[in-house]
């Protein structure tokens, strides 16, 4: 037993250990309670303090965020744990936290050493002409300008939306690739451009995000 851990604490720190191992990417409590036995999420998040406490482990304050740091238990990962925004407020930081709906996992090639990258979950058809469905997470390289026709995440006010970016003297066209939209012209100080798309992840069931 690893020194100053209860025999329930080595039991959840292994869990841990194991599920990374498998899946590249840390579980959810109630994962790490029905592997264990324990018979309320409150009680794992106890154990999960304690461990933290005693600098086994990090936990962030959103799903799948725990992060082994004890080098002994510590599993190699072949993924990033990116934050999937959802609405974001007029004014505030891109990353503040209450913009962060989750933590969802991505492989590491699919982030390509981007710093700062991020997710935008897709809602509506207006991009299906290039293969970006409802549901739909992008991955944002996140950057302050986008070329003439590149695919970006724009703010419009306060809402991020994924088009291709056209510029016309001194406007804006952020242009649909689904014949039953119009492009959206704006003027070039009303539309704040927040990223780059450089990848794409879908769920074919739904039940991953």
């Known amino acids: 037993m690893a020194k100053g851990l209860t025999e329930r604490q080595q039991q959840i720190l292994e869990v841990i250990a194991d599920y990374i191992r498998e899946n590249q990417f840390p579980p959810s409590i109630r994962e790490i309670q029905e592997a264990v036995g324990i018979g309320s999420l409150r009680g794992v998040t106890v154990h999960l303090d304690a461990l933290a406490k005693k600098g086994y482990i990090e936990r962030g304050k959103t799903s799948r965020s725990i992060r082994i740091l004890h080098p002994a238990y510590q599993a190699a990962m072949n993924a990033e744990m990116l934050p999937l925004l959802g609405y974001i407020a007029a004014g505030e930081p891109l990353l503040a ?10 492989p ?48 419009i006010e306060g809402e991020a939306t994924v088009k291709r970016v056209h510029f016309e003297n001194g406007t804006v066209k952020l242009m649909p690739s689904n014949p039953a939209y119009e492009p959206i012209e704006i003027r070039t100080e009303d539309a704040r451009v927040i990223g780059k798309i450089v990848g794409l992840i879908r769920d074919y069931e739904g039940m991953a995000f």
């Open 97 to 106: 936290e209450n913009n962060i709906d989750e933590m969802v996992p991505v």
């Open 108 to 155: 590491s090639e699919m982030v390509r050493n981007v710093k700062g990258a991020f997710l935008l979950k897709v809602r509506g058809d207006s991009m299906s002409g290039e293969g970006i469905n409802p549901r739909d997470l992008v991955i944002v390289k996140p950057q302050q300008t986008a070329r003439h026709g590149e695919l970006a995440a724009v703010m």
